[in-house]
């Protein structure tokens, strides 16, 4: 996840005028949360560890418990990112899209894991 933010953001960065560059890139910079992006990493570390290392309850709680905060924070930012005005700017409307796909993929992972039993 985290290298398809990063290379959204270097292609956009390219391929966007100097303008709508700048403007947007603040913009979508507020709008991702850097507590967002540790905990993402984090839980994804946390599903990592339970693959290898096999399924024990303390991991399984923690990987609900990073879920349960995580769910509203991420679908908050989708829908702030869908919202933005800079989808409509034909130079970064396509990371931007990149973006939202990410962020969603993200979002049903985190469903599915809170939608388990041991989550509940």
Known sequence: MLLRL????VIAAAI???GARAGCQDE??????????????????????IERE???????AEECRIARQLEPQLAGEVEALK?????RDPSVSNMITDLV????DDLATLR???????CR
């Open 16 to 18: 966007a005028p100097a």
């Open 101 to 104: 796909r990410g962020r969603e």
């Open 83 to 87: 919202q933005t005005r800079c989808r």
């Open 54 to 60: 096999g399924t024990s309850p303390g991991l399984r």
């Open 112 to 118: 599915k894991a809170t939608s388990q039993p041991e």
């Open 28 to 49: 979508v910079s507020r709008l991702i949360s850097p507590d967002t992006e540790k905990m993402l990493s984090r839980y994804y570390r946390i599903t990592r560890r």
């Open 6 to 9: 990063a290379l959204a953001i």
